[in-house]
C-alpha cells in the first residue's frame, strides 16, 4: 500500500460516509474517523448507501466495492452521476480489475484490504485537503490555459474551447500538473508522487487517470495530441497542439 509522503496539518471535520456490510471493518473505520474530528454515517449496504448520501450530503465517501443489494461499482457510478463527490474505495488484495473498474468510474483513491485504519485516514484527509483546496498551481497567479484548455485553480473549473469540462478531483490535479509543464517528460512515479502525493503504489492508478483524461480533453483519445505517451518514460502534455493541425 502506497503513503503520503509527508505529515500535513489537521484537516477541518468533514461528513463522511463510510460504505461497508462487515460490521467490525465498519466500526473500526467509523471509531477512527470519528477521532480525527470527522462526522460518521454508516450504510451496510448499496441501497442504503445511496439514501444516506442523498440525505446526508457527504463531503466523502468510503466505499467497499463488495456490497450486497447494489455492489460498489454501480453505487460509485451513480454518486459520480450525481455530483464530483470523493470516493475512497475499499477492495481485497487481489481485485486488481475492480480496482481498475472503480477508478475508470472516477474513484479518487482506494485502500487494499486488509489496512491500516490510521493509513486510511491519513488518504481520507489528503483527499479531502485537495478537494476543499486550490490545487498549489494556483499560487503561481490566475488561471492555467493552453491548447484551448482553460482552468481555474482556486475554483476548480475547467473548460476546453470553451466548453465546460466535468472533471474528477484527481483528474483536475494531473490537469493542472501537466498545463504549469508542457513540453516535460514525466515519469508515471513522478506524477503519483506530485498529484496522489504517495511515495510508492499501483502505477496503474496513474495510467486509468490519463486515459480518463484523455477521453475529456482529446479530439480523438484513440490518437491523443494533448497528452502524449513518451515510450519508457511517462507522458508529455503538448500545450501548443491544436486539433485538427497536422
Request: proline share 7%; glycine share 8%; charged share 30%.
Amino acid at each position: 500500500m502506497s503513503t503520503a509522503t509527508s505529515a500535513s496539518p489537521p484537516t477541518p471535520p468533514a461528513r463522511i460516509l463510510v460504505v461497508d456490510d462487515d460490521p467490525t471493518v465498519a466500526e473500526v473505520v467509523t471509531g477512527y474517523l470519528r477521532r480525527a474530528g470527522h462526522s460518521v454515517a454508516h450504510a451496510a449496504d448499496g441501497p442504503a448507501a445511496l439514501d444516506r448520501a442523498a440525505h446526508d450530503d457527504p463531503d466523502l465517501v468510503v466505499l467497499d466495492l463488495m456490497l450486497p443489494g447494489i455492489d460498489g461499482l454501480e453505487v460509485c457510478r451513480r454518486l459520480r452521476a450525481e455530483r464530483p463527490l470523493p470516493v475512497i474505495m475499499l477492495t481485497a488484495r487481489g481485485d486488481e480489475d475492480d480496482r481498475i473498474a472503480g477508478l475508470e468510474l472516477g474513484a479518487d483513491d482506494y485502500v487494499t484490504k486488509p489496512f491500516s485504519p490510521r493509513e486510511l485516514v491519513l488518504r481520507v484527509e489528503s483527499v479531502l485537503r485537495r478537494s476543499r483546496a486550490a490545487t498549489p498551481e494556483a499560487a503561481a497567479g490566475g488561471l492555467l490555459a493552453g491548447a484551448g484548455i482553460r482552468l481555474d485553480p482556486r475554483t476548480r473549473r475547467a473548460t476546453r474551447n470553451g466548453q465546460e469540462l466535468l472533471l474528477t478531483l484527481r483528474e483536475f490535479d494531473l490537469l493542472a500538473h501537466f498545463l504549469t509543464r508542457p513540453g516535460r517528460a514525466h515519469r508515471r512515479e513522478e506524477l503519483m508522487r506530485d498529484v496522489w502525493g504517495w511515495d510508492f503504489g499501483d502505477l496503474s492508478t496513474v495510467t486509468v487517470h490519463v486515459r480518463r483524461l484523455r477521453a475529456k480533453i482529446e479530439e480523438d483519445p484513440a490518437a491523443p495530441r494533448l497528452i502524449q505517451t513518451v515510450w519508457g518514460v511517462g507522458y508529455r502534455f503538448e500545450a501548443g497542439a491544436e486539433e485538427g493541425t497536422p
